[in-house]
């Protein structure tokens, strides 16, 4: 398990170091040694290594460094066993959330200004080594930034505390009250593409993610619904008239896979492919799927490049907008690499602005708004200074960033009922948000 | 409320004052203090003189400073033991208190203080925590029953705390069931043998129902102890999976990894033709390409189990091959890993894509990035025939784009795509030749040097080629001297008249010019054979070269094997046995995965691993021959594969300068395979293993080279497995299965011999009909019969004629005559020699009377040795 947890500034200096395993043969060597020289073995080999961080696992000297840089914080955890590296890596990123839920941003002065509450946490959610309950909502009953209420506390509270911290429900706490039950529900979804420059589709997925807030009294109980394929099909295979399967039949969608936050109890998904949960209070990630199948692409980007001898450039790129002409594409943002020796950039673009950026080697052209069924073009001359370099400039592909108010995969939410039987409100008295957004993941093609 | 502020004061004299403060009697004053102490501790700084002061805040009401102190004892009290002492009284007392954090944090933290003197007080409150009506205090308390065994395991046996952590392996809360499965597997790595965990269907029933309800951390711990169980027979293999696949959507990647680990040894056991199978594996591959939209470190992770879990199982993700493209923004590790996994997905229905891919590739910035994409162009070549041609060609756009490292990296691909298919795409040697001065890595030239020689015959110039690096022979790596040296001498053979000069120059500067012995005993065998018998030089260095094989850096199948039984951990990271990493008794025993035995209820667990040798169940007339076939007693009567002996020492680290070989003979599949324990016992690193036969009796012959995969460090041990065929030379030996066997390495040359098993020559198609069986043995003549008998062996007639049965020994007949069992066996040896045995079985006796024909006189020897 993990030996011991460390957190470096960028310049390779210790803002907290926690050991809970010393379990190499150093009983008989005064016990700084191993720590300080497992800190100074990871600052020298990985902080200060001149080279790009090759790995994000590191042995030195038969200890095994597992790192994650948060800004230019790094957080490392060691081990000198077979340890299970997946989780080692999970823990990393949600002990970086329980932080962020406590003092939002991880940096050098913050961690400094917390370092006892983080030490209070560490010893809370890893134990020998072995991570423990490490939801932020709960820990925040009893680790609070400003000490503990410990005194204060009567003897319900406390096993009521324990309880949750150990409970089936570790997420939620009980006794939660809301004079307004409400739901906020966001279906994100980043939507990928690699193209070739001929416009051959090579690759593309949409990986999406429902994201919830619930302000929700008592210990409600929760069914989400979706326009899943498997579902849609199932219960038209119950005998639905043929009329209403052609009709829904084309509205669902084909899920590759997904995963969903440890509220939902997977193997009732797994039996009846329903999602059912009680939710944590407050922020929460219900769920991530990703799928390829029939999506939709929102933008088409055509480049066409030409060199004109050895010191000319001549690029021409067109967006076309491919979705329903009433709704409006925003933040919309081309990104054309140029040469590393380019010298000079003239633009014309019909639509927004364009500019020449020499610090990114990139021209970019930026759109506010932009309707569906729609195109826009933008060509460019760019000027190089002749260079004796032999490697030829790779062409990285050009790059979009946008933003839809659709979702690209086709995904719609169908219902999302509350049941709390003990307490009187129903599934109308919940006023629930829905709201879809489609964003450029890595949305690229090739010129 | 700002705490950085502790971090700053550096000033001297600083001890004396935090120990002022630290006796103050403001409790403000005495928290700040601690506060400062404990930032000193974190940035380095010795503050261990300040232990009976800092001590002396213990006994505080107020939890924050209480939590200090403890980290402060954590850290400290290994140096100060006596000091540490002092703090005992307020952990016991902590105990007993009402409110069960702090009860938990006392029991946490006395785990924490490893000083022996500590640990007897730390019973009774530990016995009693376990047993606390909180959950939350048991679920801690269990936790440091580990660290108490950590410390003192003697005493955690004697105080029978492991029963008790047993028992809460059945408590009602899932996460004291969780952190109990936790405790109980470390404990259990340390004692391989005590079955400390007691698996069985009753204890997994429970943990699957755990599985259900605790947090996503002892998900991950029940999952890895459930990878450890064997389960009894298919049935119940399937109902785990089926148990565990809905974890596959679980959030959390480690979760689904371990899920994964699980799913993939159960499968193993299920019969392949089970419509369940065919489900299982479908369901695997989402999880898996979900993965890869993980965080880049968790990317990482995956795609090093997935290069794994694609040697293993490529079926799972052979239509996936489009996620492992790169983009242009991952992480360079994540890019070389999917570069890996495209290879090895690589095949006739997605070639010319991924042919695509690779092309791009070779064009982006980092150098380590670009080499293996070039690296990847020549695989493909070499892994799709059809594919060839396009990779040749991509190859020579790149080598036109005259970036260096590019061109040596196309040049050293190119002379294997060569090796593959001779004669095929020699018309573009020109194109190399043309960028020789460019090379300046060893490989690079070694490699063109290689093609020149190979070529000679075709390139002109060939000798003024090779004429120009002899020129600074003596300033070049040993691999492209050994190359140049050869490759003249290959020149030489096939143009005997213009380079009798040259070969003179390269021959005089290998042997007398040179320090090298390698290069120098290269040079004088050469000169030998050139100076006394030209054709024999022709015959043994213009010789037909062995192909290569498809796959290049396969992992061996046993250690991927185990590593699969690994997956999540840091070994499927390194992709190396625990072994290698870990120091001390932990993670060295090495997992297996079970097989299908056909759902057989009546084996438990242990399977896999080689049979063991019943002892004095068999008296064998002659070792290691067919009488072994007899054992692993107890009367189980089912068809059992191959009887494998155990490995026995060959040659001893005395002999081997430290290199130590256990080793054994197995048939498997219909292929005899050579298994070897190697262990390096000396100081330095071992590499370049290669073996070779003497001529045997019955011609075997490496089928490969020797998978040797890591460099094998001091005190490493590896097990390899080498196929053999028989197409090696034949000579008859004495005993006639001895072998004699040459392993070389860096270090040296070793010479050992063995004897195999005659049961491994045994094939699979020996069943003779029972027509053809009884004209046999009536024209085998007398003299060949052989007459022996075995005792002390008490398996009834069906049992033996079973057991023999998995070793390749048929039964054609069975009669039975006065009580006695006579069964009529056949075999047929790889040389295609029958053998013909009467086994007569005394019922209630145990001696067999074998009697057995052949169809060759000449070996008369052979069932005599075999031992029926």
């Known amino acids: 398990m993990i030996g011991g947890l460390f957190i470096y500034n960028h310049k390779g200096e210790v803002l907290i170091s926690r050991v809970y395993r010393d379990d190499i043969g150093c009983l008989s060597t005064p016990y700084p040694s191993w720590e300080r020289n497992a800190v100074d073995a990871f600052r020298v080999n990985v902080i200060h290594a001149r080279q790009q961080v090759r790995s994000p696992v590191t042995n030195i000297a038969r200890t095994s460094f597992f790192h994650v840089k948060r800004s230019n914080i790094w957080l490392a955890a060691v081990t000198k066993q077979n340890v299970n590296a997946a989780m080692v890596f999970e823990f990393l990123y949600k002990m970086c959330d329980v932080m962020t839920a406590y003092f939002s941003k991880i940096s050098e002065e913050n961690i400094k200004n917390n370092f006892v509450l983080i030490y209070e946490l560490l010893d809370e959610i890893l134990d020998f080594g072995y991570p423990q309950n490490s939801e932020s909502g709960a820990l925040k009953t009893f680790i609070t930034q400003q000490g503990i209420k410990s005194q204060v506390r009567d003897k319900d509270e406390q096993s009521q505390i324990t309880s949750q911290v150990t409970g089936q429900i570790g997420w939620r706490r009980e006794g939660i009250k809301y004079r307004r039950n409400e739901l906020f529900l966001d279906v994100l979804e980043s939507v990928n593409l690699l193209m070739s420059p001929q416009g051959q589709v090579l690759s593309a997925h949409v990986s999406g993610r429902v994201v919830m807030k619930s302000y929700l009294s008592g210990m409600p109980e929760c069914k989400f619904g979706m326009n899943d394929k498997i579902v849609i099909d199932k219960q038209q295979g119950k005998g639905a008239t043929s009329d209403d399967s052609a009709k829904s039949g084309k509205q669902s969608i084909a899920i590759d896979d997904c995963t969903f936050h440890q509220c939902v109890r997977l193997s009732k998904f797994d039996s009846e492919r329903s999602i059912s949960f009680i939710p944590p209070d407050g922020d929460y990630e219900l769920m991530r799927y990703r799928t390829t199948k029939d999506i939709i692409l929102p933008f088409r980007v055509i480049p066409l490049v030409r060199e004109v001898g050895r010191t000319k450039l001549e690029v021409k790129v067109v967006i076309k907008s491919n979705f329903k002409a009433s709704l409006l594409a925003q933040k919309i943002e081309v990104r054309i690499p140029t040469p590393l020796n380019t010298s000079g950039v003239q633009v014309i673009c019909m639509k927004g602005k364009a500019k020449y950026k020499a610090s990114d080697n990139a021209i970019v052209w930026k759109i506010k708004r932009m309707a569906g069924m729609k195109e826009s073009q933008i060509s460019a001359e760019i000027e190089l200074l002749p260079t004796n370099e032999k490697k030829k400039w790779t062409r990285p592909p050009i790059s979009m960033n946008f933003e839809v108010p659709f979702a690209p995969s086709g995904l719609k939410v169908r219902y999302l009922k509350v049941f709390e039987s003990k307490l009187n409100y129903s599934d109308h008295d919940v006023i629930k948000w829905v709201r879809y957004i489609g964003r450029s993941g890595i949305y690229e093609t090739r010129c | ?868």
């Open chain 2, 1 to 868: 409320m700002t705490d950085s502020k502790y971090f700053t004061t550096t000033k001297k004299g600083e001890i004396f004052e935090l120990k002022a403060e630290l006796n103050s009697d403001k409790k403000e004053k005495k928290k700040e203090a601690v506060k400062k102490v404990i930032a000193s501790m974190t940035v380095g700084k010795d503050v261990s003189a300040l232990f009976p002061d800092v001590v002396n805040c213990m006994q505080t009401d107020n939890l924050e400073l209480k939590k200090l102190v403890y980290l402060y004892l954590m850290n400290y009290a290994k140096s100060q033991p006596d000091m540490a002492i002092m703090a005992v009284n307020t952990f016991v007392k902590d105990c007993e208190d009402p409110n069960p954090l702090i009860r938990a944090l006392a029991v946490r933290t006395m785990g924490c203080i490893r000083v022996d003197k500590i640990t007897e007080y730390l019973c009774e409150p530990l016995r009693k925590c376990l047993k606390d009506e909180d959950p939350y205090v048991r679920k801690t308390a269990a936790v440091c029953v580990a660290k108490l065994h950590d410390i003192n395991a003697q005493l955690v046996e004697d105080q029978g705390f492991l029963d008790t952590l047993k028992d809460l392996i059945s408590d009602s809360n899932p996460m004291v069931v969780a952190n109990a499965v936790a405790a109980l597997s470390e404990i259990a790595e340390s004692h391989p043998n005590s079955n400390l965990l007691d698996l069985n269907p009753q204890s997994i029933n429970k943990l699957l129902t755990a599985l259900n309800e605790c947090t996503e951390w002892g998900q991950i711990f029940i999952l890895d102890c459930l990878a450890n169980y064997t389960p009894r027979d298919d049935r119940e293999s399937q109902s785990i999976c089926e148990r565990v696949t809905p974890r596959l959507s679980h959030a959390n990647s480690a979760v689904v990894l371990s899920a994964v680990k699980v799913l993939m040894k159960f499968m193993e056991m299920l019969p392949k033709d089970l419509d369940y199978y065919g489900t299982l594996l479908k369901k695997l591959a989402p999880p898996l390409v979900t993965l890869l939209s993980a965080e880049p470190e968790l990317q990482y992770v995956a795609l090093r189990n997935i290069n794994l879990i694609v040697q293993k199982r490529p079926e799972i993700l052979k239509h996936e091959m489009k996620v492992f493209f790169v983009k242009y923004n991952d992480p360079i590790y994540v890019k070389l890993e999917k570069l890996d996994i495209m290879i090895r997905l690589a095949s006739q229905a997605n070639i010319a894509q991924v042919l695509a891919e690779l092309k791009e590739y070779a064009t982006e910035v980092d150098v380590d990035f670009v080499r293996k994409a070039v690296r990847a162009i020549g695989r493909c070549a070499i892994k799709v025939e059809q594919s060839a041609e396009r990779c040749v060609s991509t190859l020579l756009d790149l080598i036109q784009t005259k970036v260096n490292y590019v061109v040596q990296e196309a040049i050293v691909v190119i002379k294997d795509i060569f090796r593959k298919y001779p004669n095929k795409y020699e018309s573009v040697i020109a194109t190399l030749c043309e960028n020789l001065d460019s090379l300046d890595e060893p490989e690079a030239r070694a490699a063109m040097i290689w093609i020149v020689g190979e070529y000679a015959e075709r390139i002109d110039n060939a000798d003024e080629l090779l004429e120009s690096f002899l020129e600074g022979f003596h300033d070049e790596s040993t691999q492209v001297q050994l190359q140049l040296l050869t490759a003249i001498v290959k020149l030489f053979l096939k143009k005997p008249t213009e380079t009798q000069e040259l070969v003179q120059q390269v021959l005089s500067l290998a042997t007398q010019d040179s320090d090298n012995p390698d290069l120098r005993d290269r040079g004088y065998i050469y000169w030998r054979l050139l100076s006394t018998d030209p054709v024999a030089a022709k015959e043994v260095v213009l010789a037909e070269k062995p192909l290569i094989s498809e796959e290049t850096d396969l992992i061996e199948p046993t250690l991927l094997e185990e590593l699969i039984c690994h997956i999540g951990t840091l070994a499927s990271v390194y992709h190396k046995p625990p072994s290698a990493f870990v120091e001390g008794s932990r993670g060295v025993q090495h997992k297996r995965i079970p097989i299908h035995i056909g759902g057989s209820p009546s084996m438990g667990s242990g399977f896999g691993a080689p049979a063991a040798v019943m002892p004095s169940s068999l008296n064998a007339p002659v070792g290691g021959g067919l009488g072994d076939l007899f054992d692993l007693g107890g009367g189980v009567g089912m068809p059992m594969g191959t009887f494998v002996p155990p490995k026995t020492l060959w040659l001893p680290a005395m002999k081997g300068k430290g290199l130590e070989i256990m080793g054994t003979f197995a048939r498997r599949a219909g292929v005899i395979q050579m298994e070897m324990t190697l262990t390096n016992k000396a100081m330095s690193v071992m590499t370049d293993f290669a073996i070779q036969f003497n001529r045997n009796s019955f011609g075997l012959a490496p089928a490969g080279p020797l998978q040797v995969p890591t460099p094998l460090s001091p005190n490493q041990t590896i097990d390899v497995s080498l196929p053999l065929n028989n197409g090696g030379p034949v000579m008859k030996m004495e005993p006639l299965n001895n072998l004699q066997v040459a392993v070389k390495n860096n270090i040296d040359v070793f010479y050992f011999s063995c004897q195999y098993p005659i049961s491994m020559l045994f094939v699979e198609d020996g069943k003779m009909d029972r027509q053809v069986f009884l004209a046999t043995w009536k024209d085998i003549p007398n003299e060949n019969e052989a007459q022996f008998q075995i005792n002390d062996c008490h398996l009834n007639s069906d049992a033996a004629s079973n057991k023999l049965q998995g070793s390749n020994v048929f039964t054609i007949a069975k009669r039975t005559v006065e009580g006695q069992d006579m069964l009529y066996q056949s075999m047929k040896l790889t040389n295609g020699i029958c053998v013909l045995t009467e086994l007569r079985v005394q019922t209630g006796s145990p001696t067999y009377t074998v009697s057995d024909r052949h169809t060759h006189a000449l070996w008369v020897m052979i069932p005599a040795r075999a031992g029926v």
